[in-house]
């Protein structure tokens, strides 16, 4: 997306949604677009190490992890770690796994990254799931946070679930079928709608997403 779309979907957000508007003009500009610039299989990982641990653990392993593979985090160099070496930087023998399992999918082509552009929304998520241990919602967080995808709605965020609850004044968290419902009215700037989302938790890292209620995998 550029500027002009983060202006056009601004002004329509304001327009369609009235508590939405508030938190618009509560927080600025969207910061969608201001995360860590990385290629894609550096993501991926990235994505992977962070699955259901704290942002400080998983930061100290991830820069474990890279102090490892002095070429940069590729394939090949994933693949030529050894459990030991994955061990004694802090990484799970089940994510060791799902990064050895996405190395050689990428390596034998199985998984081509290059060309995930090319492909519609739910296209790269089946793309992605086909590695162990990525699940839709890492899918999802890829197509808003590294393809910059403008109408993703991850209903199975905790972030998202408590901040619509608070924002709307539910007295629960709503069902994957409701934010369905109130989401329509964020089209075709859904990806957008979340970031302010998150951001009214105020969690001191607006562009992060909250821990997911549920994994696929």
């Not at 030529?80 to 996405?102: M, W």
């Not at 034998?108 to 839709?136: F, H, M, P, Q």
């Not at 709307?168 to 957008?192: D, V």
Request: glycine share 8%; hydrophobic share 40%; aromatic share 6%.
């Amino acid at each position: 997306m550029s500027p002009v779309d983060y202006t056009r979907a601004r002004r329509l957000l304001l327009r369609t949604d009235p508590v939405l508007a508030a938190l618009i003009r509560a927080h600025g500009p969207c910061g969608l677009a201001d995360g860590i610039r990385i290629d894609y299989f550096s993501a991926l990982v990235r994505s992977i190490i962070f699955q259901q641990l704290s942002t400080k653990a998983a930061s100290t392993i991830h820069t474990r992890l890279v102090a490892l593979l002095p070429d940069g985090v590729t394939a090949p160099g994933i693949a030529a770690l050894t459990e030991e070496q994955l061990r004694s930087v802090g990484i799970s023998r089940q994510k060791s796994l799902y990064l050895r399992d996405l190395s050689e999918k990428v390596a034998s082509g199985a998984l081509t990254l290059e060309g995930v552009e090319a492909l519609d929304d739910e296209g790269v998520i089946a793309a992605l799931t086909t590695v162990k241990g990525i699940g839709r919602w890492t899918a999802e967080m890829f197509l808003m946070f590294r393809l910059h995808r403008p109408d993703v709605l991850p209903v199975g965020d905790l972030g998202i679930l408590t901040a619509v609850q608070r924002a709307y004044g539910l007295r629960k968290r709503p069902t994957p079928e409701r934010l369905h419902k109130l989401g329509e009215a964020w089209k075709p700037y859904r990806s957008i709608a979340c970031w302010y989302l998150w951001r009214s938790l105020d969690n001191g890292n607006a562009a992060q997403p909250r821990r997911v209620v549920k994994r696929t995998r």
